[in-house]
């Protein structure tokens, strides 16, 4: 079981505060994401439900238990770290038996629990080298063993994956997802990439400077951001914004169109402006249109290859019910 | 920095070095080989470096005349219990101000710098008095206590220094696998800093052997280590250069194999790591 | 960035060592203190009342104040002064590529492992003995009277035995913030065509600059406080008392303890004057 409440949890440093109050249900057995631009304050959350630091007030409660004033030892979590952290001067086998024998455990009983978790983690071959060894997926998987042997109520990932190049980081994200479907154990997990959110998360949690911004499913978040925030900070590329008399004509302040949501054309369409660069990815090409008169360039997603050079006078029509539209606070309407 | 450098330059560079690092050395090798000679051959005119009747003689009398070996003994006792005991006091408080500084930390750690710089001189009466009245005074106990204190600030700060260098993430990975801050430091911290908890030992001990105000000052006959010892030789009587060398060997030998070791960790405790 | 359950624990776990230095500190500082307003004599009657700045007045008017203090000044500026010309000139030789560097750094750090009593009594008897000190050998050899360096050439006597034993550590500090100089740095100033006499000048010295600092003042911290270097070669005769001597002569041997702590409040406060400065670098580096 693992159900973590946050109950106006508030964090200052000094003067600084870094946390305003704030309230968060994190469901058991559920996939939680933490996203946002570096400095929002996802770590010190983290750090917060892991007890390595202390709350400034407010309650965090795991399993309808206060665990407030528990040391990190005593709260039943496990914690997998940036940078793996893992003990240098232990085997692989020591590394993820270190918990358990924190634990007391009997001596075949930790025997068994590695080996099996060493078999699911592809690590029985590698068991009795020193981290220095092994290779970046290899390491975050032995942080991942260390965590999982102790059967917590919820996992903490810190960035795992941050350290890892893109092709293993693809890898990495998959493993965990898959170990999360295996385990069915609550998931918390920090990331400033929000792919990672998008494509592993139950529920996402989008902060800024401490706020949370929204919560929700990847699909919400998407189809219907609360702010400009959050619109602008989930999908990629990012939402395109509109100011302006295109904006007051619907009604808003600010309007939004996903890139993907602007149909192109060389002949006609509801905006025209000037080819800029563009990227060509095979599947999709992405084309940063100039001269539009609606302000910023306007990045459009065209499917598959396209026929447009730079300088080129392009057409742009937005689909009218994928238009986002937030008021002068930023808010959606 | 891979560069082509002539040989001949390199020859000249050789030859400097070798000739220089010789004569700073010779003292310390005249005294080798001297203690391997009669008294007579020391003092020989013109003295002779190598080509003489090698004898051990010189040991055997400086170890009936004066115990060297209890002298020995003291050393080793002072100098190793002293650094042990720093040691032990000194890992928590490096521990604490390494991994959970708060804003005193800079300041308690220059003012325990600060202790250091105290000259021991103007402090001698007061601890002479103290180890009087205490019973302390030629105890090999109270130098122990005596040079841990001295010792304690380039302890402390050597390691606080090597602690600096491990990731507070992994102390922080044991606490979240359940460790106590007992199992946290026996288990994870000190393993992981055995390189500089041993380069601060080596030392310490260097310091401690060859420390020569409190040993001398505050011993007589019963608890005097090799400082002690050695200034015993200061006054002459007749022929005794292949004496004073022999002991002079003795006392210096340990220590000069242990210093060969940790010459590159000298640097960092000797300057409090402002030049590493 | 902590939890309060570990600023507790971190707490506790200093309090061994913050209380044992304060004590250390504290104690004697304060009895020192203490005794330096008292005329007490412990062989001649001990405690006989209070003096007020009577020992402070009389310890810096004494016949042997000055000489001393000039005693002192020499040998700490003149070990300074061999010590960092010497040790730069030794860093920049060595790390030059040669054969056998190991063993050459191992032959001129080696005097820094001997104890100090050690050093001196060598130095003193085989070397600078009159007779039959090698040093002798080598001046009749060149046809020259032998000095009498005890005696005669007190202070530099001490100031050669010192530098012995100083120079190890100097060269080694200086050597190991030479080979943290960027070579890139180097090998640019070189494209640029800067000659080696330049080099030395505009790069090397003022990288060194922070390191000859800190030699400076650590070695003047260790100086300004020798004692068995003096103690068992010339004992403080021969005009080679320097203040740290004076003050143990006159606790130890005289017994005056009043006059010896005002002695000792001034060589505290005079080392604290450096020590500030040193302080100050050292505590630049924490910060980054």
């Not at chain 1, 914690?79 to 001596?107: C, D, E, T, W």
């Not at chain 1, 983690?121 to 290779?135: A, E, F, I």
């Not at chain 1, 996903?258 to 192109?264: C, K, L, Q």
């Amino acid at each position: 079981m693992g159900q973590i409440i946050l109950n106006q949890v508030r964090k200052t440093f000094g003067d600084v505060e870094v946390i305003p109050p704030l309230d968060l249900t994190i469901n058991d057995g559920e996939f939680c994401v933490f996203v946002g631009p570096s400095g929002c304050g996802k770590s010190t959350l983290l750090r917060l439900i892991a007890g390595l630091e202390d709350v400034t007030s407010g309650d965090i409660s795991i399993d309808g238990q206060s665990a407030t004033e528990l040391p990190p030892a005593k709260r039943g979590l496990a914690m997998v770290f940036q940078s793996y952290a893992l003990y240098p001067h232990m085997s692989v086998r020591k590394n993820i038996a270190f918990p358990l024998r924190m634990a007391g455990l009997p001596k075949d009983e930790i025997e068994k629990r590695v080996t099996n978790a060493a078999s699911v983690l592809n690590l029985t071959d590698y068991l009795d080298r020193r981290p220095g060894q092994l290779s970046g997926g290899q390491r975050q998987r032995v942080a991942i063993g260390r965590a999982i042997v102790r059967e917590p109520a919820a996992f903490l990932f810190d960035e795992p994956l941050s350290n890892l190049d893109a092709a293993l980081r693809v890898g990495m994200r998959l493993e965990i997802s898959e170990l999360h479907k295996r385990l069915s154990t609550t998931m918390i997990y920090v990331t400033h990439d929000q792919v990672e959110a998008m494509t592993m998360a139950d529920k996402i949690v989008v902060l800024r400077a401490g706020n949370i911004e929204q919560v929700g499913s990847p699909l919400e978040l998407y189809k219907a951001p609360r702010n400009t925030f959050v619109a602008g900070f989930i999908g990629s590329p990012k939402m395109n914004f509109i100011q302006g008399e295109q904006a007051s004509a619907l009604g808003a302040d600010t309007i939004g169109i996903r890139p993907e949501h602007i149909d192109v054309s060389d002949t006609q369409g509801q905006w025209s402006g000037r080819v800029g660069v563009s990227e060509h990815l095979g599947s999709d090409t992405f084309i940063h249109v100039h001269d539009t008169g609606l302000g910023d360039t306007i990045t459009v997603r065209a499917a598959g290859e396209v026929d447009f050079k730079h300088g080129d006078t392009i057409h742009l029509t937005p689909r009218a019910d994928q238009i986002h539209k937030f008021d002068a606070q930023g808010l959606r309407i | 920095m891979a560069r082509a450098v002539s040989s001949r330059r390199k020859s000249i560079n050789t030859a400097l070095a070798w000739g220089i690092g010789l004569i700073i050395f010779f003292p310390i090798l005249w005294t080798i080989l001297t203690s391997f000679k009669t008294e007579g051959q020391a003092i020989a005119d013109p003295p002779v470096f190598l080509f003489f009747d090698w004898t051990l003689e010189n040991y055997s009398i400086v170890q009936d005349r004066s115990d060297y070996m209890r002298y020995l003994w003291n050393s080793v006792i002072i100098a190793g219990g002293s650094t042990l005991l720093g040691i032990i006091i000194a890992v928590p408080a490096a521990w604490s101000m390494a991994f959970v500084p708060s804003k005193r930390t800079k300041d308690i750690l220059m003012w325990m710098l600060s202790t250091k710089m105290l000259p021991a001189v103007g402090v001698l009466y007061p601890i002479y008095l103290l180890f009087i009245k205490l019973g302390l005074l030629d105890s090999l106990f109270g130098l122990v206590i005596v040079l841990m204190l001295i010792n304690l600030p380039i302890i402390i700060w050597m390691l606080y220094t090597y602690f600096k260098e491990i990731p507070g993430e992994i102390l922080e990975a044991a606490r979240m696998d359940g460790a106590s801050l007992k199992s946290e430091i026996l288990y994870v911290l000190t393993p992981m800093a055995i390189p500089g908890i041993a380069s601060t030992i080596l030392l310490n001990v260097i310091l401690a052997w060859n420390e020569a105000f409190w040993t001398l000052n505050l011993t007589a006959a019963k608890a005097g280590p090799l400082t002690a010892f050695i200034a015993s030789y200061s006054s002459p009587e007749g022929l005794f250069y292949a004496k004073l060398s022999a002991a002079s060997t003795m006392a210096i030998a340990p220590i000069l194999i242990l210093g060969w070791f940790s010459q590159k960790q000298l640097v960092r405790g000797l300057t409090f790591g402002a030049v590493k | 960035m902590a939890t309060q359950h570990s600023r507790t624990a971190a707490r506790i776990m200093m309090a061994p060592a913050v209380t044992l230095l304060l004590g250390w500190m504290l104690v004697p500082l304060i009895m020192t203190l203490y005794f330096s307003f008292k005329k007490y004599l412990p062989l001649r009657g001990g405690d006989l009342g209070w003096v007020g700045f009577d020992n402070y007045v009389r310890f810096v008017s004494s016949s042997a104040f000055w000489p001393s203090v000039t005693a002192t000044l020499i040998i700490v500026g003149g070990v300074l002064l061999i010590t960092i010309c010497f040790g730069v000139l030794l860093a920049i030789l060595l790390d030059q590529p040669m054969w056998g560097q190991g063993i050459v750094r191992i032959l001129i750090i080696a005097p820094f492992f001997v104890m100090p009593t050690v050093s001196s009594l060598v130095w003193k008897n085989m070397f600078m003995d009159p007779n039959y000190g090698l040093l002798s050998y080598l001046w009749e050899f060149f046809g020259a009277e032998p000095i009498q360096w005890m005696s005669q050439a007190a202070l530099p006597s001490i100031i050669i035995i010192v530098s012995w034993q100083w120079l190890p550590f100097a060269t080694l500090i200086l050597l190991t913030a030479i080979q943290s100089l960027d070579s890139e740095q180097l090998e640019a100033s070189e494209m640029d065509g800067a000659s080696t006499l330049r080099r030395f000048w505009h790069i090397i010295l003022p990288h060194l600059s922070r390191a000859i600092t800190v030699v400076l003042l650590i070695q003047t911290i260790f100086l300004l406080s020798i004692f068995a270097e003096i103690f068992v070669t010339t004992g403080g005769a021969f005009g080679s008392k320097t203040l740290s001597y004076l003050i143990f002569q006159r606790v130890l041997e005289s017994q005056n303890v009043g006059l010896g702590s005002a002695g000792g409040v001034y060589a505290i406060i005079l080392a604290n004057i450096v020590a500030i400065f040193l302080m100050r670098i050292v505590g630049k580096n924490l910060d980054n």
